[in-house]
């Protein structure tokens, strides 16, 4: 495991409890909506990459979809298994995924924990993870740096994207982008945070 990411799982261990609460509630309907518009299966087989504690795998369970969690946080991994979804222990830079195997892959605020310099091969590993025409959501801090972010408890790693900065690698990893946008909804751009990008793994490309 790369030292980077010991140092942020760290953090998020130490801080699995309260970040539980504070981000429970928050409002991501929006991403999980355009993931399960561009399935080709409604319901499917969902991927939750960096599920954290599962409010998002709750979701998706309710709305009828087999939803698989992926976590590198202990912590956050037996939180999810509460759910009564399968979580599976991984980190991002050391997947195994099985291959065409879910209809969407759901990505909200996780792969912002990944090096720049590793984006493409991580996305190029979740592209293979997909069936024909099954669909990325990626969620991203938005900015032009990278670096460890200070907290009280720890480090956490994050790189930031803009849309055109990330757009060619996950072209390169042989998506197709199919719409992108900013969050929060509602705000002018210089003051929305997240840039979204919604991505298909096309015929072509398979």
Same mark, same amino acid.
């Given at each position: 495991?790369?030292?980077?990411?010991?140092?942020?799982?760290?953090?998020?261990?130490?801080?699995?409890?309260? *970040?539980?609460?504070?981000? +429970?509630?928050?409002?991501?309907?929006?991403?999980?909506?355009?993931?399960?518009? +561009?399935?080709?299966? /409604?319901?499917?087989?969902?991927?939750?990459?960096?599920?954290?504690?599962?409010?998002?795998?709750?979701?998706?369970?309710?709305?009828?979809?087999?939803?698989?969690?992926?976590?590198?946080?202990?912590?956050?991994?037996?939180?999810?298994?509460?759910?009564?979804?399968?979580?599976?222990?991984?980190?991002?830079?050391?997947?195994?995924?099985?291959?065409?195997? *879910?209809?969407?892959? *759901?990505? /909200?605020?996780?792969?912002?924990?990944?090096?720049?310099?590793?984006?493409?091969?991580?996305?190029?590993?979740? +592209?293979?993870?997909?069936?024909?025409?099954?669909?990325?959501?990626?969620?991203?801090?938005?900015?032009?740096?990278?670096?460890?972010?200070?907290?009280?408890?720890?480090?956490?790693?994050?790189?930031? +994207?803009?849309?055109?900065?990330?757009?060619?690698?996950?072209?390169?990893?042989?998506?197709?982008?199919?719409?992108?946008?900013?969050?929060?909804?509602?705000?002018?751009?210089?003051?929305?945070?997240?840039?979204?990008?919604?991505?298909?793994?096309?015929?072509?490309?398979?």
């Amino acid at each position: 495991m790369e030292s980077h990411e010991n140092i942020t799982i760290a953090e998020y261990q130490a801080t699995a409890n309260s *970040f539980r609460e504070g981000t +429970w509630d928050h409002d991501v309907s929006q991403n999980r909506q355009v993931l399960m518009q +561009w399935m080709p299966r /409604n319901p499917g087989r969902i991927l939750d990459l960096g599920c954290g504690p599962g409010r998002d795998l709750v979701a998706f369970k309710a709305e009828g979809h087999e939803v698989i969690g992926l976590d590198a946080t202990p912590a956050f991994v037996e939180m999810a298994q509460q759910t009564g979804c399968e979580v599976w222990q991984q980190t991002f830079l050391d997947l195994d995924l099985p291959e065409c195997y *879910f209809d969407g892959v *759901f990505a /909200n605020a996780s792969l912002l924990h990944v090096p720049q310099t590793s984006m493409e091969s991580v996305l190029q590993n979740l +592209w293979q993870s997909l069936v024909e025409e099954g669909v990325i959501v990626l969620s991203m801090a938005r900015g032009n740096q990278e670096g460890f972010v200070n907290r009280p408890s720890g480090q956490r790693f994050v790189s930031y +994207w803009e849309y055109e900065t990330l757009a060619p690698l996950v072209q390169a990893a042989g998506f197709t982008i199919t719409d992108h946008y900013y969050r929060p909804p509602g705000l002018p751009k210089d003051q929305q945070s997240w840039v979204v990008i919604v991505a298909v793994k096309s015929q072509s490309e398979g």
